[in-house]
């Protein structure tokens, strides 16, 4: 009796487990099958039914994990966003010795390479600001929050990199500046991806914003001087 007991309560914890697996699982799969249709059809073009029949999932199913759509989507800008930080963490570092300019080279580099793996946050994101909406979507809401945490990690880079050079203002500026500049060679490689080949547009990109950071350095240089 005490054994059967047992076995019993050892049943009674896997079981927890195995639905908790079970419900991630389900979740990656609606995920998986959002971020497709999503890339296909934009926002308005993905719907409950098409993500229910993809993923081979109830839309009860959906609707439990997710509860909207909107939710749905918010949640694939997410997941894209951090898999896109995950590959810049992965990259390797430049190789030892390099200089400061070889550094920063490689670093807007890997963005360029973790963009082409994990594009679809930015995909679908910009679709979504671009667009004018009566309620603002929880999608939109997303994209802007990991916008704005990319913006800050850039400024902390470029903090990094130009210390003593630039100044906060001219920090921020330029981490403005790669924003807009990348979202460029995005959408550009979005519309002619046989013309627009990302990883050099981003190479170039590299010392335009070297050239950039050296213009803010001597303009700032020359104000002090013209205020003594």
Known sequence: MA??????????RRAPRKIRAH??????????????????RGYD?????????????????????????????????ERSFHRWLERMRAWLPPRRGADGDEQFDAAIRRAAAALTEAPEFLRLGLMLVLERRPEEATARRMFLQVREQAYEGIVASYEAFFE???DAADVRALAMLTMAAADGLFIAHQVEPARVDLDDAFALLAKALRGAAKELGSRADRSKRDRR
């Open 3 to 12: 054994a059967a007991r047992a076995t019993g309560k050892a049943r009674s």
């Open 164 to 166: 003593g050079a630039l």
């Open 45 to 77: 073009g993905t719907s409950v039914a098409l993500v229910s029949e993809r993923s081979g999932l109830p839309a009860s199913s959906i609707y439990w994990h997710f509860e909207s759509k909107d939710r749905l989507l918010a949640a694939v800008i």
């Open 23 to 40: 419900g991630e699982e389900s979740r990656q799969r609606i995920l998986d099958a959002a971020t497709q249709i999503a890339g296909e």
